[in-house]
């Protein structure tokens, strides 16, 4: 049974509060983007694409602000879930009174990563439609599936790692 220490008030360190700010940077500059070029956009752009980064399904402009929306959605829920009791999450390793505090921090951490990551890599996927949809670029490329295995799983080792020096 994990410890009932209450360590949800704990405050914000400060890589935190950056992260939090990035990605609220990170919104607005997608709100922009989109806003910047939306009048220039063809009718239909590129809503998916295969795992080469080339578009395979077309759809209404309209839809380059579900992505806005999408992203300012997984931003709250993931405000939310860092905030939400950190005894109700699964850790890799035993909770006890003595490491309880530092698995939390380390577990918070990781969502404020996660949260920074989703953003970017929503702003990058709408960036990568008009840039297809302009004929500038052909498609989002292998290196936008780089960049989401590694904004995705970074954050993820670095916790377990962290998470298992400080047992």
């Known amino acids: ?4 220490a209450n360590f949800n008030n704990l405050p914000l360190s400060r890589f935190e509060k950056q992260l939090n700010w990035l990605s609220i940077l990170g919104l607005a500059a997608h709100i922009l983007l989109v806003a910047y070029h939306y009048n220039q ?15 395979d ?9 579900l992505l806005v929306g999408l992203a ?7 405000r939310y879930v860092a905030s939400v009791s950190a005894d109700k999450y699964n850790y890799p390793v035993k909770i006890t009174p003595a490491n309880a505090k530092q698995q939390y921090l380390i577990s918070r951490r990781m969502l404020y990563l996660l949260n920074t990551g989703m ?13 297809t949809a302009k004929g500038q670029m052909n498609g989002l490329g292998t290196w936008f599936l780089v960049a989401t295995l590694f ?15 400080s047992k």
């Not at 049974?1 to 009932?4: N, S």
């Not at 799983?153 to 998470?163: N, Q």
């Open 41 to 55: 956009l063809p009718d239909r752009i590129p809503i998916h694409f295969d795992i080469t980064g080339t578009p």
């Open 119 to 131: 953003v970017v890599l929503f702003l990058l996927i709408s960036w990568g439609i008009i840039q």
């Open 72 to 78: 300012t959605a997984m931003y709250f829920f993931m």
């Open 1 to 4: 049974m994990k410890p009932k």
């Open 151 to 165: 904004l995705t799983f970074a954050p993820i080792v670095y916790s377990l790692i962290a998470a298992n020096k």
């Open 57 to 65: 399904s077309y759809g209404s402009k309209g839809t380059i602000w």
